[in-house]
């Protein structure tokens, strides 16, 4: 095969991947077979089933109260579903017990198809002495104690997703929120908690317009926009796509008119 060839396949065969690696529509994520669900609720098991309340805007620390609220947990209808504009806030409260025998650490997530429908504005936790802000760290998990989980999240894309939450646990890793089912686990690991989220409207900035209390950055803090030096890269690496495609042309024809003389 001619070395052109090569390349243009080559070429193709990324830009299929890249189409392929970011399919649309949603699909419903019921369960997890990835977790070990023995050794998930050896670990933590779900008290309170996740509540999500909307938000048209927030400030941080969290305060006001929501418009709609539904309990994240599949009916005979399936999933429920919470259309929202882009920008505004779902706050997720839940609660779980730790009942593993060591104290390790933990940490909240989200998660839908994915993981970037939405930006984290705020992480709580309270373990009995009150609602405390954890922002990015993590936090102890003490033995045979009740967590209450609260998630700040903003959807910033226009999208249909599916939202689960959960916890990770040290050395054991991340658990979705689930209803406990002992001892008869079914196959696949049980229904996950969650919802369904409908956004419409423009991609937004995950803190635009955020208050943030003691901030500088407050409001003003973009992640989003196209930073010159991001750009620039991306205009250089195309560049250097097309001269090598043309390189390979130029020289495959040169060998070939070397080849012809000989």
């Known amino acids: 095969m001619k070395p052109p060839s090569i390349a243009l396949i080559i070429g193709i065969g990324l830009i299929l991947l890249g189409l392929l690696a970011f399919p649309g529509g949603a699909r419903a994520h019921e369960q997890e077979t990835s ?33 709609r609220t539904v309990i994240g947990q599949a009916g ?42 939405f930006a984290t504005i705020g992480r709580y936790i309270d373990s009995g002495s009150g609602r405390q802000w954890i922002g990015s760290s993590s936090f102890e998990l003490v033995p045979n104690t009740v967590y209450s989980a609260t998630l700040v999240v903003r959807s910033v894309q226009p999208n249909f997703r599916h939202l689960h939450v959960g916890v990770s646990v040290q050395n054991v890793g991340n658990i979705p929120a689930a209803p406990t089912v002992l001892p008869n686990i ?43 030096w991001a750009v620039a890269g991306f205009v250089g690496q195309v560049v250097l796509g097309f001269a090598f495609i043309g390189f390979m042309w130029w020289y495959a024809r040169w060998e070939t008119r070397r080849g012809a003389k000989t």
Request: hydrophobic share 45%; charged share 10%; glycine share 12%.
């Open 76 to 117: 005979a209808t399936g999933y429920p579903t919470i259309a929202m504009n882009t920008g505004e806030y779902l706050v997720i409260t839940w609660s779980f017990r730790y009942v593993a025998n060591v104290v390790v650490r933990g940490d909240l997530f989200w998660i839908t198809r994915l993981g970037l429908d």
């Open 35 to 67: 977790v070990d669900w023995d050794v998930a609720y050896a670990n933590v098991q779900v008290v309170a089933a996740p509540v999500y309340t909307y938000y048209a805007t927030q400030t941080l620390p969290l305060t006001g109260g929501g418009t």
């Open 186 to 228: 079914p196959a696949g690991g049980p229904t996950l908690y969650g919802v369904f989220t409908d956004a419409n409207g423009p991609v937004v900035e995950p803190l635009a317009g955020v208050t943030v209390e003691r901030s500088p950055f407050s409001g003003t803090f973009l992640l989003l926009a196209p930073w010159p």
